[in-house]
């Protein structure tokens, strides 16, 4: 069974910084992909950021310029900096890893920007 477990999230003034890490169980060196999707109240789940397991990354226009995604393979973590956030970006953020036809979920962390 893998497990994602994400952390850092909270509440942050708009403007502010916030770092989400996401924790996998097992090697994430043969993944498809790996990345973070958001929730917001009465939206539908968005994807945020995304690294694929060659290196490549896909931001959402939304985001761009402001976050950045990485990956470390020996810590098999992924991480999602954020910075300069809106209250827009006020959501639950899952993180996700893709590895052939199987798709894993974290359980989602709470990140709340006030204005």
């Known amino acids: 069974q893998v497990q994602l477990v994400e952390s850092g999230g909270g509440l942050v003034q708009a403007g502010g910084s916030l770092r989400l890490s996401c924790a996998v169980s097992r090697s994430i060196s043969s993944i498809n992909a790996m990345g973070w999707y958001r929730q917001a109240p009465g939206k539908q789940r968005e994807l945020v950021a995304a690294?694929?397991?060659?290196?490549?990354?896909n931001l959402s226009d939304s985001v761009k310029g402001r976050f950045t995604i990485s990956r470390d393979n020996a810590k098999n973590t992924v991480t999602l900096r954020m910075n300069s956030l809106k209250p827009e970006d006020t959501a639950v953020y899952y993180c996700y890893m893709r590895r052939y036809q199987n798709v894993y979920w974290g359980q989602g962390t709470q990140v709340t920007v006030s204005s």
């Open positions: 690294i694929t397991g060659g290196g490549d990354t």
